[in-house]
């Protein structure tokens, strides 16, 4: 993926994406509302009858979904050689590997679900800081005391997982709009106030000017995070 300059105006970004994107959301939230039972009546009904329900969207994207096989991931790593060493390494990076796609299957899972129902499913990725920190070697250190700094870093790291694995909503994610590469990829999610303040320090709501100083100073109020 390039990588691209952030632009002026991202919410001016964010507005041309989702009228971009309404027509193929409105159909995803469609699609949702029939697997959550969530129907709209446009009929009056007699006093006291409730609407029939299908439970049969559910019952297919459920059944579709489940057909994806996630509890056995198959990992191939070719073998650079016929030593015993080569067929250790390809063994260790199998085993790594199978770790990997198990430690995410949550998110794998809810990722199938989102295609079968929605025809799209997002996953985003980020390298762990813990485990991508590298060990460098200090000026003023040993040979000896880098290899058992080392040491401790890989000890600690292994049961750290590789990667942090989100399943996004695909109505929340904006790609870029583009025959070409992709240029960027915006998330638009609804968070409480409490929560911007306590990740990021030194946050201010620029839509905070439109409201009442009670309003404001409420913790529990949603904002919208890109």
Known sequence: MAITAKPDDLNKLLNASKRHYSRMHAKMRRNKDVYNQKLRVYSELPEGVEPFKSSRGTGVVDDLAEQINLTNPDVTAREFGTSLNAKNKASLQRRW????????????????????????????????????????????????????????????????????????????????????????????QERRAMDMWENYPGWTDPKAKKLSKVQQDNPLRKVNWL
């Open 97 to 188: 590997g199978e770790a990997q796609l198990e430690a995410i299957q949550v998110q794998v899972g809810q990722v199938a679900q989102d295609m079968v129902m929605m025809g799209a499913g997002t996953m985003k990725w980020l390298l762990n800081p813990v485990v991508a920190m590298p060990v460098l070697r200090r000026f003023d250190e040993t040979a000896d005391d880098h290899d058992l700094r080392m040491s401790v870093h890989t000890q600690q790291i292994q049961h750290e997982p590789t990667f942090i694995v989100q399943a996004l909503d695909p109505i929340s994610v904006y790609p870029s709009v583009s025959r070409g590469r992709l240029q960027y990829v915006i998330e638009e």
